[in-house]
């Protein structure tokens, strides 16, 4: 009973944390952070961060965003702490029976209040992309076994997740045959339904499944002369992503001849832009009651781009130019995610919004004096959900190259004016990761070494926490 209440609680406060959610706008509130992220303000990002959540221990969110932030100071233990803890926040929801029927009470409370009222446990490629960007810091911090464990949970991740939406999608299948024809996203008047329509994110297998989180798998079970587990690696990248010459080559290399003398086969990573904003927007949605016809307006969210990052397709490696190939875009996967759950965003929408007119309906009859002040609180409360994991990179490209051992320097070109960054191989197989917002970059593995840049604090007034 004890352990009960102590689940209930810890339940309870996830959605305290955040205050009031029928009101908290997230997209907002990451808008002070992500402008000090991309001025490289990243001490007054977190500290930003931490004012607005000043309730210990923070969201699911909260632990996402700071560990990205994190680690692009260098900082991978406190970076490690915070993911860690999200980790095992999503573990104990999904292994707990007590967890399901609370989900759907918050669940449940959405259809008349709003979607911010349902508990944020992380879309599925929040989950996947955790584990794939823990791997990545710790592969940073030369931790190649570790990195092998973390990249090997991921895909069982992915199994768990594909397990859950098979049912999942059948459920809301069978729904829909029983209730006959129903609204679509594209039936919504004003909604920007090409964004979600888009060729590349209906060609994603999934909205989950990435093709660089199995190419770097791949890549570290190589390293570690794994090469039985590599392939596979490979070869799912290569499904994810057809038709792409780096992946196909990745696995025609498994089998050739090893590196020569002094030779080192690096793998450059470079993560590009911030993953898109949730916005709500209203859109009229017709309600008949009585013989009468009303319109209310109703809000359904979208997703804006981020525009601050120009694009990145090539990296300069000893002053020669290297083309980077795409494997993997969270601006793609978010708009599929959103595509996906838009069947039952519109159902619950359209549930809240007869409950919203016949109640209008009533007052106008019976109580007219309330109808006013019914309709503003209506009004007030009636918003989309903008949660997300903001501070992901947008894009996710990588080159594959074979150097000599030593020391090298690269460039990147959103960042022209910076330093070269200069980086020391030394083993048989390395893998370096850069991050470029606006016209930063960020380069923290312990094999780079930044050369002297001018302090980017003062481009900024610090936070006040």
Same mark, same amino acid.
């Given at each position: 009973?004890?352990?009960?209440?102590?689940?209930?609680?810890?339940?309870?406060?996830?959605?305290?944390?955040?205050?009031?959610?029928?009101?908290?706008?997230?997209?907002?509130?990451?808008?002070?952070?992500?402008?000090?992220?991309?001025? =490289?303000?990243? *001490?007054?990002?977190?500290?930003?961060?931490?004012?607005?959540?000043?309730?210990?221990?923070?969201?699911?969110? %909260?632990?996402?965003?700071? =560990?990205?932030?994190?680690?692009?100071?260098?900082?991978?233990?406190?970076?490690?702490?915070?993911?860690?803890?999200?980790?095992?926040?999503?573990?104990?929801?999904?292994?707990?029976?007590?967890?399901?029927?609370?989900?759907?009470?918050?669940?449940?409370?959405?259809?008349?209040?709003?979607?911010?009222?349902?508990?944020?446990?992380?879309?599925?490629?929040?989950?996947?992309?955790?584990?794939?960007?823990?791997?990545?810091?710790?592969?940073?911090?030369?931790?190649?076994?570790?990195? @092998?464990?973390?990249?090997?949970?991921?895909?069982?991740?992915?199994?768990?997740?594909?397990?859950?939406?098979?049912?999942?999608?059948?459920?809301?299948?069978?729904?829909?045959?029983?209730?006959?024809?129903?609204?679509?996203?594209?039936?919504?008047?004003? %909604?920007? $339904?090409?964004?979600?329509?888009?060729?590349?994110?209906?060609?994603?297998?999934?909205?989950?499944?990435?093709?660089?989180?199995?190419?770097?798998? =791949?890549?570290?079970?190589?390293?570690?002369?794994?090469?039985?587990?590599?392939?596979? #690696?490979?070869?799912?990248?290569?499904?994810?992503?057809?038709?792409?010459?780096?992946?196909?080559?990745?696995?025609?290399?498994?089998?050739?001849?090893?590196?020569?003398? #002094?030779?080192?086969?690096?793998?450059?990573?470079?993560?590009?832009?911030?993953?898109?904003?949730?916005?709500?927007?209203?859109?009229?949605?017709?309600?008949?009651?009585? #013989?009468?016809? %009303?319109?209310?307006?109703?809000?359904?969210?979208?997703?804006?781009?981020?525009?601050?990052?120009?694009?990145?397709?090539?990296?300069? $490696?000893? =002053?020669?130019?290297?083309?980077?190939?795409?494997?993997?875009?969270?601006?793609?996967?978010?708009?599929?995610?959103?595509?996906?759950?838009?069947? #039952?965003?519109?159902?619950?929408?359209?549930? @809240?919004?007869?409950?919203?007119?016949?109640?209008?309906?009533?007052?106008?009859?019976?109580?007219?004096?309330?109808?006013?002040?019914?309709?503003?609180?209506?009004?007030?409360?009636? *918003?989309? *959900?903008?949660?997300?994991?903001?501070?992901?990179?947008?894009?996710?490209?990588?080159?594959?190259?074979?150097?000599?051992?030593?020391?090298?320097?690269?460039?990147?070109?959103?960042?022209?004016?910076?330093?070269?960054?200069?980086?020391?191989?030394?083993?048989?197989?390395?893998?370096?990761?850069?991050?470029?917002?606006?016209?930063?970059?960020?380069? $923290?593995? $312990?094999?780079?070494?930044?050369?002297?840049?001018?302090?980017?604090?003062?481009?900024?007034?610090?936070?006040?926490?």
């Amino acid at each position: 009973m004890a352990t009960r209440l102590r689940f209930i609680f810890v339940l309870s406060a996830c959605l305290l944390l955040s205050g009031c959610p029928t009101l908290r706008d997230y997209n907002a509130e990451l808008g002070e952070t992500l402008e000090y992220f991309k001025a =490289g303000q990243l *001490d007054g990002a977190v500290a930003v961060l931490d004012r607005n959540n000043p309730i210990p221990p923070g969201d699911l969110l %909260y632990h996402f965003e700071k =560990g990205e932030l994190l680690r692009l100071t260098g900082n991978f233990p406190d970076s490690y702490q915070h993911w860690d803890y999200a980790d095992r926040l999503i573990e104990g929801w999904d292994n707990s029976p007590m967890f399901v029927p609370f989900k759907k009470f918050t669940e449940f409370n959405s259809y008349s209040a709003n979607d911010k009222v349902r508990l944020y446990d992380g879309y599925d490629f929040e989950r996947v992309a955790l584990t794939t960007q823990m791997a990545l810091m710790l592969l940073s911090g030369s931790e190649t076994e570790l990195a @092998r464990v973390m990249i090997k949970k991921t895909h069982e991740r992915e199994a768990t997740i594909a397990d859950k939406r098979d049912k999942q999608y059948l459920e809301l299948e069978n729904q829909a045959k029983e209730e006959g024809a129903a609204m679509k996203f594209q039936d919504l008047q004003g %909604y920007p $339904v090409a964004t979600l329509d888009a060729p590349e994110v209906i060609a994603l297998k999934n909205s989950y499944q990435s093709a660089f989180s199995h190419y770097l798998a =791949g890549f570290i079970y190589e390293s570690l002369n794994e090469k039985d587990l590599a392939a596979p #690696g490979y070869r799912q990248a290569i499904e994810l992503r057809p038709n792409t010459p780096l992946l196909e080559q990745a696995l025609r290399n498994l089998a050739k001849s090893p590196l020569k003398a #002094g030779e080192v086969d690096v793998l450059l990573i470079v993560q590009t832009g911030l993953a898109p904003a949730r916005s709500s927007v209203r859109v009229p949605i017709s309600v008949d009651v009585e #013989g009468e016809t %009303y319109i209310t307006n109703m809000s359904f969210p979208i997703l804006v781009p981020d525009t601050s990052t120009p694009p990145v397709d090539f990296i300069m $490696v000893d =002053g020669k130019k290297h083309k980077l190939t795409l494997l993997n875009s969270f601006g793609d996967m978010s708009r599929r995610t959103l595509r996906d759950d838009m069947p #039952g965003i519109i159902q619950r929408t359209l549930h @809240r919004a007869r409950s919203n007119v016949e109640y209008l309906a009533y007052l106008k009859k019976h109580r007219l004096e309330k109808l006013e002040e019914t309709l503003l609180q209506q009004l007030q409360r009636e *918003d989309a *959900d903008t949660r997300g994991w903001r501070t992901l990179p947008d894009k996710t490209l990588v080159a594959r190259l074979r150097l000599k051992k030593g020391l090298h320097q690269l460039t990147l070109p959103n960042a022209p004016d910076a330093a070269p960054v200069r980086f020391k191989l030394d083993q048989t197989h390395q893998a370096f990761s850069l991050r470029a917002v606006g016209d930063r970059r960020f380069a $923290v593995d $312990v094999a780079l070494q930044l050369d002297t840049l001018p302090a980017p604090q003062a481009a900024i007034s610090p936070a006040q926490p």
